[in-house]
């Protein structure tokens, strides 16, 4: 795609990286066939594409309006037309310089930036989340039954932590500890069968992804330094991983080298924490998987949320991991289609992504699957508030059918 950005913007990290993103794309539209937003609304300026002219149309100076802000929102990230896309097109990347450079040239709705600032509040402090989210399990009955939060049912043991050669890192995440902590503790149960001795640290902050794309992206990289500050001494120290089991953190950690790659502090310290970032399927080998394989079949569907297939490229290896552990795979038709969940998404965008989520249950719950499994608390929670059928990370379901 041939541009025309002003000198002035070209000289800007954003505006040079904006650039050579677009100059890839070559307008050819395969996007737009994987596109959950545009497969609903069919509106052009809602694809990959079209939102990819706006951007470039902001770049070279057309004014910005509210408008162009509010096709920008309504995409997923889901990342599946990167995916499709043969031309290598970053798209993500794109959308963020995008946002960024839009918001900063018009101004919200009171009620659009109370909303998004509430959701920031919340989301990215994992204590108070925890504390805010037990005080509305006890007042869930004065809600909606749309809006009342579950009571926990969790089945895993908690166990005394082992001595073993192999350590590593766990990212317990931010809303995962309070809403469904039970994955975090068949995390630990299972890398124990695997000999791999796992530390949590308290003082880990938000991997930074809901700032970032709720364009508080200064926040964001604040809490990504904290992070790499606290993790670098235990790499040092011989821990072999930073283990994510939410797939939508992993894909940030493992982006970290790229949002620090013109930081002459941070670079080389942050290409080495993205180099460790493993999602937990992939600390789980033929060397070791006997120590966890379930002792009777499980039929599940099989949920690959679209941080773990389009993001980390890992759904496949995911399923054959499920298979290979003794679970029978249903199959899932449009299975790389989102499911509407996508972070803050389904409070922002409530109506695309109520019509994601029934779209996406329907197809899971076809062949009548004992559960449906994933691999990211997102999509967990999104899901398993209509589902007729139990949502649970795989984790958990393999936990539990060990114990």
Known sequence: MQTQIPEHILQTEEGYKADSILRNCVHCGFCTATCPTYQLLGDELDSPRGRIYLIKQVMEGAKPTIKTLSHLDRCLTCRSCETTCPSGVEYAKLLDIGRHYVEQRTRRSFVSSIKREALHWLMNNPKRFSVLYKIGQKLSFLLPERLRIPQHNSEQSTIAPKEHSRKVLLLQGCVQPAMQPGINQATINILDRLEIQVTTLSETECC???????????????????????????????????????????ITLKEYAGYFENDLNYAHKAQIISDRVKDISELVTQDNINHIKLRQPVKVAFHAPCTLQHGLKLSTRLENLLQALGCELSPVQDSHLCCGSSGTYSVLQPKISQQLKTNKLNNLQQSRPEYIVTANIGCQHHLASESEVPVLHWVELIAQKLS
């Open 208 to 250: 930074g992804a809901i700032s970032y794309h709720l364009n508080k992206q200064e926040q964001a990289l604040a809490k990504m330094r904290h992070n790499i500050d606290t993790w670098y001494p235990y790499i040092e120290k011989g821990y072999e991983a930073i283990v994510s089991n939410a797939s939508g953190c992993g």
